[in-house]
């Protein structure tokens, strides 16, 4: 699966350092980064260089549930060019293994881990978004 990234503004190499960035956060149980575990569902960067991500955890009874989007947004934040970043956490869809990446597969395999194990757990919640938007409440 491959995490859409919307770039809207006009910096055409500024989708490959988010990306490159979201690849260096990962799950500290599943020792792969998030991009390629799935857990990116879009990215959008708005005109003035934004960044907003959507994302999911494999378990809404993740124990680091609250570090790891933290961890998503200052990565972000740290892109050059990029003026802010907001993460937004959901719980639907709901994250299966199927939305691995084939090279985060493969590293699960070589690791001895059974991604096929792997699948949806937990009850559905509701969104809760980190880090700034930008807008005025």
């Known amino acids: 699966m491959t995490t859409p990234i919307i770039n809207n503004s006009n910096d055409a190499d500024l989708p490959r350092k988010v990306t490159e960035a979201l690849r260096t956060v990962t799950d500290p149980e599943i020792p792969i980064n998030l991009y390629d575990l799935g857990l990116i569902y879009e990215v959008v960067i708005d005109p003035e260089k934004r960044i907003a991500a959507t ?25 050059d060019d990029a003026v802010g970043a907001e ?26 881990i059974s991604w096929s194990d792997l699948g949806p757990r937990g009850p559905s919640a509701t969104g809760l978004t980190i880090g700034r938007s930008g807008r005025s409440t």
């Open 55 to 79: 994302m999911t955890l494999t378990t809404p009874n993740c124990p680091v549930a609250e570090q790891i989007p933290q961890q998503v947004r200052r990565a972000l934040e740290a892109v």
């Open 87 to 112: 993460v937004r956490l959901v719980w639907e869809p709901r994250w299966s293994a199927e939305m691995m990446s084939e090279d985060a597969k493969l590293q699960m395999e070589m690791a001895g």
